[in-house]
């Protein structure tokens, strides 16, 4: 805004500006002078817009709405156009609803497969949950709707989330926890964003100045509103102070914010801050010229349905089982209540009602002809074992005969949700029991597993020809299911989060969900593939992996340097080798062995889908930058590139690599302070320091030769001021001018 509005924010009484701060009920923020109110909404994946006085946890009805695939299929379908193609779709029916303001995507990385809102999220890396939700927030935003990049920061679970404190270090949290969220900032401008209910190290998200205005504002330069999670704020004038924006929902304390101002401990300018991103706010949401066109709902459910399939995962195809024949006229047995009553998205806050709604039963039935399928529901969603063993006896009896078996299994929404997190990965008994029936009858079978979050596979897959994992799909999940199966659709998803063998393997298991309100991030940086590829774990199926309908080679691997040292082109040429057209993520993996602390074997750092037909090619290239090579320095507090051998990896999973190349990068040149607390060792290495310290290296070298070899190493390891007790002809004084003198150089 260039010059203050008529109401600018000398106009509004204190008290004004205060009720601002906080909103004016479930999903509306306050109006006040020139402001208008606005509403707010869920979700991240359809729209969910319920009447005045709705709840937040999905429990009351909302307006129809598409219900796109929530966040762990989209991010399956690792196409990031797609993603802003439903994010703008989320933003028309927003719009046409009055919506201003949308709440999502939801972008926290899956810390644990136990996570219970882990659908709601992209993935276990963030590089991929960046690109997805940034595309997402262009998408929405083109539609002149605000989107709520959520939850900022470190929500990794749902226990105790209202209270519990993420203890996490720097590195990691620069490395892992904040990426994403830096890259949508930074990239695609989000208007609002939500802070998480959680604590960050004892900090409560809400009001941490640190997180909301060093790091956000001050850091990566974003310019709009902050909002808590519903109930998220502890302390309104801290939260204000911290660099929240609005409470949502209202708590009626906003007399706390007018005390404070009046008694000094809130700077009133604070206030006049808040008012002027509110105010840009509506600006940007109410801007008369973006017009709100009618919503074609057809075109949204077959957009939809599209997605569905991109995002469904082949996990294992024997035999190339699939696709089936639609026209073969054979006898399929569908078995499994989620064919007929389908899960197509999470419990809680995020939950649609969907515009329409169709299971695989019904959509596989209309394929084939009802004469060709035999249903049978084969379990409860309850599990309930009492009905357990009936069922089953119904399944085989509807199974035996047939050519085929399609055994719909997966999580009943009761196992996953917003609000609580799971203590294990196994499927439930009933179902177990069942598949087991149904291997008896030596007819091969189909898994489709409906999961939002990653369920165990290892004791069951190999009993099966294959194994289709359609995640949660939305609302043309049934139908997409149907095309995949038949053939009339490519499954192309590929993996966003590691399944492993069992849930004891998983990085977190000794530290997931915490105890004490305290949660440790023990495992640092190797979260997922980090840690399973770095120390070659067994995994069932590895990041980045999914199977298709035709094969791809990769050929004339070329990593070139740009004109900065720093800047790589990566390209690769990718080929349809087989019978059919399909989709193929070429994924772009960055390592080093060289350096400590530790890094990872590999880690993300590019990725782009093409889609083929038999013979075509694509010359896919892919661009690396300084930060694709570095490492957070958590003692200098910067990012640091350190020289070195690196591994440019292209492949069709982060284990199945079909081109390498080692490339020698330079360090970044940055040449660090030196204390009289740095080691020897620092000192010996540094530039400026090292010289100054011949001396020193020489008589140590020395006393090395003359018998004592350990002793220049061990030295390194010693804070130089150590040595002023050494007598080595350093005094404190001798210490503190190389000090000074290193400073001046730099
Ligand atoms: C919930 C969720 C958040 C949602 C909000 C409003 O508790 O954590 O994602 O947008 O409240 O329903």
Not at 219 to 235: H, K, L, P, Q, T
Not at 302 to 323: I, K
Not at 351 to 373: D, F, Q
Request: contains cysteine; proline residues 6%; charged residues 20%.
């Amino acid at each position: 805004m260039t010059s203050p509005s008529p109401d600018s924010p000398a106009e509004l009484t204190l008290e004004e500006k205060a009720s601002l701060t906080s909103g004016s009920a479930t999903w509306y923020s306050t109006a006040a002078g020139d402001i208008p109110r606005l509403m707010l909404t869920d979700g991240p994946h359809g729209l969910r817009r319920q009447q005045e006085g709705g709840d937040n946890l999905g429990i009351g009805d909302s307006v129809p709405a598409t219900c796109f695939p929530p966040a762990v299929g989209l991010g399956s379908s690792w196409n990031v156009d797609l993603a802003r193609r439903i994010g703008e779709a989320l933003g028309r029916e927003a719009r046409a609803q009055g919506v201003h303001v949308l709440l999502g995507p939801g972008m926290n990385i899956k810390r644990s497969p136990l996570g219970g809102r882990n659908f709601e999220y992209v993935s276990e890396d963030p590089h991929i949950t960046g690109r997805i939700a940034a595309a997402l927030v262009r998408g929405i935003q083109s539609r002149g709707v605000a989107a709520t990049p959520k939850h900022f920061a470190v929500n990794n679970q749902e226990t105790d989330r209202m209270r519990v404190s993420a203890d996490v270090d720097e590195r990691t949290l620069r490395e892992i926890y904040l990426p994403a969220f830096e890259h949508v900032v930074t990239e695609a401008q989000p208007w609002a964003l939500m802070s998480a209910y959680n604590r960050i190290n004892g900090t409560f998200a809400s009001e941490d100045p640190a997180l909301l205005t060093d790091l956000l504002r001050g850091e990566w330069g974003f310019d709009g509103v902050v909002m808590s999670d519903w109930g998220a704020v502890n302390d309104r004038v801290a939260s204000v102070a911290a660099g929240l924006d609005l409470e949502m929902p209202p708590s009626d304390t906003d007399a706390e914010i007018v005390d404070a101002v009046n008694n000094g401990t809130l700077d009133e300018a604070v206030l006049d801050t808040v008012v002027e991103r509110l105010r840009l706010l509506a600006a940007r949401t109410t801007d008369p010229a973006l017009a709100t066109d009618p919503v074609d709902v057809d075109a949204h459910h077959r957009l939809a349905a599209d997605a569905a399939a991109e995002a469904m995962v082949l996990l294992r195809n024997e035999g190339d089982l699939l696709p089936l024949d639609p026209t073969a006229g054979a006898r399929i047995a569908v078995i499994g209540e989620f064919a007929r009553t389908p899960r197509y998205q999470g419990g809680g806050s995020s939950r649609v009602v969907p515009t329409r709604l169709s299971g695989a039963l019904e959509e596989i039935t209309a394929l084939i002809g009802a004469k060709n399928v035999a249903f049978a529901p084969g379990f409860s969603l309850t599990d309930n074992p009492d009905t357990a063993a009936s069922l089953a006896e119904e399944a085989v009896t509807a199974a035996t005969g047939a050519e085929r078996i399609l055994l719909f299994l997966g999580l009943p929404d009761g196992f996953e949700s917003e609000g609580f997190d799971r203590d294990t990965l196994a499927l439930p008994a009933g179902q177990l029991a069942l598949l087991e029936r149904l291997t008896t009858l030596n007819i091969p079978i189909v898994v489709v597993l409906s999961n939002g979050a990653t369920v165990e596979v290892s004791e069951w897959a190999t009993s099966v020809e294959a194994i289709l994992e359609t995640w949660l799909l939305g609302q043309g999940g049934g139908l997409a299911t149907a095309e995949v199966l038949f053939g009339l659709a490519s499954p192309g998803g590929r993996l966003t989060e590691t399944i492993p063998l069992r849930l004891s393997d998983t990085p977190s298991f000794l530290h997931f969900p915490g105890r004490d309100g305290h949660v440790g991030y023990g495992e640092g940086v190797y979260v997922g593939y980090r840690h399973y590829n770095t120390l070659d774990v067994p995994v069932a199926y590895e990041f980045g992996f999914g199977l298709g309908y035709t094969r791809f080679d990769y050929t004339d691997l070329a990593a070139v340097p740009g004109t900065d040292p720093h800047t790589w082109l990566v390209s690769a040429t990718v080929i349809n080798v087989g019978e059919r057209a399909g989709s193929e993520v070429v994924q772009l993996y960055v390592g080093t062995t060289e350096n400590t602390p530790t890094r990872p074997a590999q880690e993300l750092r590019g990725f782009a889908k093409v889609h083929l037909v038999p013979g075509e090619s694509e010359r896919v290239t892919l661009h690396l930058n300084a930060r694709d090579f570095a490492t957070w320095d958590s003692g200098q507090h910067r990012w640091r590139v350190d020289a070195g051998a690196y591994t440019v990896q292209v492949g069709s999973s982060s284990r199945r690599i079909h081109l390498s190349e080692t490339i020698a990068v330079p360090g970044d040149g940055w040449v660090p302070e030196l204390s009289e607390h740095s080691t020897v060792g620092e000192w010996f290495a540094h530039p400026v320091g090292g010289q100054l310290l011949q001396s020193v290296r020489d008589r140590m070298e020395a006393f090395a030769a003359g018998g004592a070899p350990e002793l220049l190493r061990m030295v390194e390891q010693v804070p130089i001021i150590k040595l002023v007790s050494w007598k080595m002809g350093l005094t404190l004084e001798r210490v503190r001018e190389m000090v000074a003198f290193v400073a001046s150089q730099r």
